[in-house]
Structures are given as C-alpha cells and as structure tokens.
C-alpha cells in the first residue's frame, strides 16, 4: 500500500480507502462488514469514509464497532454532514446548530472522540459560507475534528470557504470529495483540480466504478444479486446504456492486454493523477476488496501509450 499527503498537510492517508456508502447497513450484514473493514486494515488501509446519513446511520455504527477493537491512531476515519438527519427545519444544512448536533450524534456512532476528516456533504445556499468556517474551525479547535473538508462543492465555492478562512484568520479546508471516474471527469479535471493544486487541497474521490459500471459485470447484461438487480437501485439500471457498456467493452480490451481487471484499470487511471490523495472504493466481498487493492500496482506499469489507448476509447464521451 502506499500512502499520500492529503493535500499539503502532514497527514497521509492510504491511496486506496474504504467506503461505505450503500454497503455497510444495507448490502452488507454487520459482521461481513466488520470482517471486510478488518481485512482492508490488515492490507493496509488506513482511511474509512463514513458519512451521518449512510443507512440513516446504520453505517456509523457498524463502523464504530468494527474499531473498538482497532487502533485508533492508526485510523484515519471521515464522516460528513448536510443531508437531513433530523426532524424539522434545522435538521438539515450546514447551520453552526445542525453541524454541532450532527458531529455530536456521528462521534456517538462511531464511539469515537474525533474523526480526523469532517466533510460537508454539500453546499448549503442557506448558510453563510463565514458561519460554516467559523462552525468547523471551532471543533478542530475542540479536538473533535482534525481536518474539515468539502465534498461535491463546485471550485468557486472551494474558492470562497478557503478565501473566507484566510480573511479572518480561520482554518480552511484540507481536502475536497468529488465523484471522479473515467465518465465523469470533465468538471474536476477542468475546474477543481486547478483550484486544489493551487490551494493545496487533497482530493478523496468516490465512485470510480461509476457505480460498479466500470467493472465490466454489466457487460453482457444485468446479473442477477448484482446491485443494479435489487428494487432499491433502480437509479444504477438507468446508468448502464448501450453507449456506456461498448466504452467498458473495449475498456475490457485493454485491461486484457494489461494482465489487469477493468476494475483495476479504471482505478489505475484515477491514481495516475497526483492531486488525488485517496481513492474512495467500495466493496461488499473480501475478493472485491483484493482485485481493488491490485490497482496500486497497475497503474504504475501505464505508459503513455496505455493511456493513450484508454482515452481512444472513451472517444468524446465525458460528463
């Protein structure tokens, strides 16, 4: 395993990290989730993203079990905050009342006294950008966040909070998580990138599977106990096109030639790029957690001439 700064801080956190999101509380029973959280530590990840809203919670609390028994500053452990978690008006947002009632309630879940990186899960219209800083800088200044981050906010609005930060003497973010794959790159590729270089914001990216697409499982159809297969993901079906599957077909072709997975290949492509601190996967068998961690490998071996092939594939296709 091999390890990058997040961004310009001192804190480094495994290239390939844990998440999850619609596994752990929903796909996953709680032991097989605390078995694959073990498994993943043991082959050195470090860094488990979590977030509040995760199976209403669920997800937190099958984490926080998982570590009790784990060494906790060894452990680089997220979660994030914005999505409604509680009833009423206030039960949502980035106000300074739900992020402290939310990091409150997370903390509890994962029975934990800080998590290391505190997201906000998107941006909020309704809060002052100077409130949200000010809310974040008070609990590192606690010790119940170390490093406070955004995710799926656009580069002007990373801008803003960094900017604000810097004006009245508060901490800024550390980090950003946006979804970042061989389909959709142009937004963080063209604008984010630029502005975390700039800034020194490390990048955790999620879905680079999109949605498990860039697999290669759904080539010749949609197999059955696969997770676009189940009532609940109906929203993963309508993804997996005609247009999409022939990208991934010949995208198959060249992880073949490469002596790698398609997995391992789209992965590889992510990891090649130096602002990405860590790549968010997700997994619900430990055989799927050992073909991703094979990616750390593959994608030191692309040459030029490698990637030239997979951009041929994706031609003009980019979201």
């Not at 996953?28 to 470090?46: P, R, T």
């Not at 159809?221 to 189940?230: D, E, H, T």
Request: contains cysteine.
């Amino acid at each position: 395993m091999h390890y990058r700064r997040l961004g310009h801080s001192g804190l480094k956190v495994s290239e390939i990290s844990l998440g999850s999101w619609v596994t752990f509380g929903n796909q996953l029973d709680e032991n097989s989730a605390i078995a694959l959280i073990k498994e993943a530590f043991s082959q050195g990840i470090n860094f488990f993203d979590n977030a509040d809203m995760y199976a209403n919670g669920v997800a937190e609390t099958v984490m926080g079990k998982a570590i009790k028994t784990m060494p906790r500053p060894e452990l680089v452990i997220s979660s994030k905050v914005f999505w409604p978690t509680m009833k009423g008006p206030n039960g949502r947002g980035l106000s300074r009342k739900h992020i402290t009632e939310s990091i409150h309630a997370s903390l509890k879940r994962l029975g934990t006294d800080y998590v290391d990186l505190y997201f906000c899960h998107r941006y909020d219209p309704d809060t002052p950008v100077e409130e949200v800083v000010r809310t974040m800088t008070d609990l590192v200044q606690q010790g119940k966040v170390l490093y406070w981050g955004t995710s799926e906010w656009e580069a002007s609005q990373v801008m803003q909070a960094y900017g604000t930060a810097r004006e009245f003497g508060l901490i800024p973010p550390s980090m950003d998580q946006p979804q970042y794959n061989l389909f959709h790159r142009k937004r963080v590729e063209d604008d984010l990138m630029p502005v975390c270089r700039e800034l020194g914001i490390g990048l955790t990216t999620f879905s680079p599977l999109y949605f498990g697409i860039l697999s290669g499982k759904y080539n010749e159809g949609i197999p059955q106990g696969s997770r676009a297969s189940l009532e609940d993901y109906g929203w993963i079906k309508e993804r997996i096109t005609p247009q999409r599957i022939e990208i991934v077909r010949q995208l198959t072709v060249v992880a073949n030639d490469l002596g790698i997975t398609p997995a391992q290949l789209a992965i590889g492509w992510i990891l090649r790029r130096k602002e990405v601190s860590s790549v968010i996967t997700g997994a619900t068998r430990l055989e799927q957690l050992d073909e991703n961690l094979g990616a750390s490998e593959a994608y030191e071996k692309f040459t030029e001439m490698d990637i030239d092939r997979i951009f041929a594939c994706l031609g003009n296709y980019q979201e």
